[in-house]
């Protein structure tokens, strides 16, 4: 399995919804992150999860919130968003360390809509 | 300035023509990758260098090291082609540095 799944696609949601992002890889990847990306602009770092710890927060507001139950899992909560969040979430992995490149393999990404 | 640098920004061909798109960068990296992305679509990696060439169908990469630069070329190009091509370059601890991106657009 050489893939990073994310689910769902496409999400609706209020501003007073609670939701949940979800991105699965079974390439046994160490380094997990979500990337936000405004439509014809480049991907922008949120957070990066290493041996399921939280590495890098790149100063990302408290309404997005992170998590990595296991080393094959990662979630992106969403609570109490604004319109200006509407964006496609970009989940990638790689391995954390070993040889010079890191394999870095990107999902398809969750078109997010917040109304 | 930004540290990677891609060129032409967009960029319209015609089907069958061989395309070029480059990537100059200033940082010191441990890898490059191209990536392609459709519109509204996920990201696709394409390649990832860190030295010399790559080929896979009808698209090449290539990686100077010493010069700080990568091209992309696509041979033979098709509609299906038309897309967003992106350079990234890992630095330290994994982190990826995105180019702004080139439009390609490849008419029939």
């Known amino acids: 399995d050489t893939e990073v799944t994310q689910t769902p696609k496409h999400l609706v949601m209020g501003m007073t919804n609670k939701k949940s992002l979800k991105c699965e890889q079974h390439?046994?990847?160490?380094?997990m992150y979500w990337y936000k990306q405004k439509a014809k602009k480049p991907p922008e770092l949120m957070f990066v999860?290493?041996?399921?710890?939280?590495?890098i927060n790149e100063s990302v507001p408290s309404r997005f919130s992170p998590e990595c139950p296991n080393s094959s899992l990662l979630n992106l909560h969403l609570h109490a968003l604004q319109p200006e969040d509407s964006a496609l979430y970009l989940c990638?992995?790689?391995?954390?360390?070993?040889?010079?490149?890191?394999?870095?393999?990107f999902g398809s990404g969750t078109r997010l809509t917040v109304v | 300035k930004n540290e990677v640098e891609q060129s032409p920004q967009n960029l319209t061909a015609q089907e069958g023509e061989f395309i070029t798109i480059n990537c100059s960068y200033s940082?010191?990296?441990?890898?490059l990758h191209w990536l392609q992305q459709h519109p509204g679509g996920g990201i696709v990696s394409l390649f990832m260098?860190?030295?010399g060439k790559k080929k896979h169908g009808r698209l090449i990469a290539t990686i100077n090291i010493q010069e700080k630069h990568s091209s992309l070329h696509i041979t033979a190009s098709h509609p299906r082609d038309s897309a967003v091509y992106i350079c990234?370059?890992?630095?330290?601890?994994?982190?990826?540095?995105f180019g702004e991106g080139t439009q390609l657009t490849v008419n029939p």
């Open positions: 940082v010191g990296i441990s890898a």
């Open positions: 999860y290493s041996y399921e710890k939280l590495s």
């Open positions: 990234a370059v890992e630095t330290s601890g994994s982190r990826l540095t």
């Open positions: 260098l860190s030295s």
């Open positions: 390439m046994g990847h160490r380094a």
């Open positions: 990638a992995s790689s391995r954390a360390k070993g040889p010079s490149n890191y394999g870095y393999t």
